[in-house]
């Protein structure tokens, strides 16, 4: 029986040149890489700075403390995310504040934005999940009517466009992941992209200990961390960014198969939507099952035993134990990103997998989906 895994990175053999070149030059953090890896970033999505991190939870942490967000602050964000997003906005001292999102598209809703705005919101932080644009016309229409700061986690969605517009560039920042599921990787690491020489001044002085922008070892003017990216993973990523035609092309490739085969179970299972004005980049490829009767995780244990694994792709942030603890939230809160998160899985997606596996995989999911079924008359 072949296996296949929800997610595998694409190393090619230009990452193995670059990543041997740091590893024989002596210099294995603080070096060209990194310097290279993010002129070739900016370039590539068309900003003038981009700041690369350890990871995009770091990335999260330095763009909300660079603009200013602090204790006392509420942050508007979507609870249907990886739960980096939300813990971001709590290393800051600041409130998250969650929105409801839109059923098909399962990104945060824009009314419900402007619904949960109070004296203290001080910035929205959409997320665009999982390779989809928010609907950014509304959201900085909101932002500049309420005077509100956007910093968005691009960190699912690299690259992909709102009305042509590239996401990550709409805000005061834009924040990137390269964990090895991503569109692209470095291992782990991260990157903050902005327009604002201030916001990546500091960035970059926080992410290195604080350390001063010219005066280097001489002083350290404020508190800062250690998040730098190492030359390794930015050699990793010099090799993944000048490769992205490809690693996106081939992702677009797996996706369209996916939902053509997923047509004669329309019945039963919703694939994934895309919006008007919207491109997708495609993160992960994600399901949602329509009938409310099948248990899910039952479903996908069954698939995982006949080689397909899956994974429930997105519980809620707010029913997490330590947010349900910390912010008294209960079921019933969020409506729609509950019952979004009920329904839905990530299927096995990844640049490797052949139109014949594909098939597979939709035969798979198709005679264990009729089993369940059964269960349920
Ligand atoms: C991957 C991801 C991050 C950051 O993840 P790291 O593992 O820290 O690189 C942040 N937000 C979202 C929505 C993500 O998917």
């Known amino acids: 029986m072949k296996i296949y895994p929800t997610a595998r990175p694409y190393i090619g053999v230009r990452e193995e040149r670059y990543v041997l070149q740091a590893l024989r030059s002596g210099v294995l953090s603080i ?17 003038k700075y981009a700041c690369a991190v350890s990871s995009g939870t770091a990335a999260l942490h330095l763009a909300l403390l660079a603009a200013g967000i602090r204790e006392g602050d509420e942050v508007i964000t979507s609870p249907y ?26 990104n945060i809703d824009p009314r419900d934005i402007e619904r949960r705005i109070t004296k203290k919101t001080k910035a ?107 030359e390794l993973s930015a050699a990793v990523g010099l090799a993944q960014i000048e490769n992205i035609h490809f690693l996106l ?54 698939l995982a035993r006949r080689g397909v694994r899956c994974r429930p792709y997105l519980p809620s942030i707010h029913l997490f134990q330590f947010y349900r603890k910390r912010f008294g939230f209960a079921k019933g809160d969020l409506p729609v990103s509950e019952a979004v998160s009920a329904g839905t899985f990530a299927i096995p997606f990844y640049i490797g997998l052949k ?13 264990t989906l009729a089993i369940h079924e059964k269960k349920h008359v």
């Open 31 to 47: 070096g060209p890489f990194i310097e290279r890896f993010e002129k070739a970033f900016a370039k590539r999505y068309g900003v």
């Open 81 to 106: 995310s990886f739960v980096a997003s939300a813990n971001a906005i709590l290393y800051v001292g600041a409130k998250p504040i969650f929105a409801d999102i839109d059923a098909r598209t399962y």
């Open 124 to 230: 929205i932080m959409p997320i665009h999940i999982f390779g989809q644009p928010a609907d950014m016309s509304a959201i900085m229409r909101i932002a500049k009517k309420h005077k509100l700061l956007v910093i968005e986690d691009a960190c699912e969605s690299l690259l992909s466009e709102w009305k042509g517009k590239k996401v990550g560039t709409f805000g005061k920042a834009g924040t990137f992941a390269f964990y090895p599921n991503k569109q692209m990787t470095t291992g782990e690491g991260g990157m903050i992209v902005t327009n604002d020489a201030s916001m990546d001044a500091l960035c970059r002085s926080m992410r290195n200990q604080g350390r001063g922008e010219d005066a280097a070892w001489l002083d350290h003017p404020r508190l800062g961390f250690n998040y730098r990216m190492d």
């Open 249 to 302: 092309k081939e992702r677009a490739k797996i996706a369209a198969w996916y939902t053509e085969f997923f047509k004669a179970l329309a019945d039963d299972i919703d694939v994934p939507y895309i919006a008007p004005h919207a491109s997708h980049t495609w993160f992960v490829y994600v399901l949602r099952l329509k009938n409310g009767g099948i248990d899910r995780d039952a479903f996908i244990q069954d």
């Open 355 to 367: 139109k014949s596996d594909v098939r597979s995989i939709v035969r798979t999911i198709e005679q």
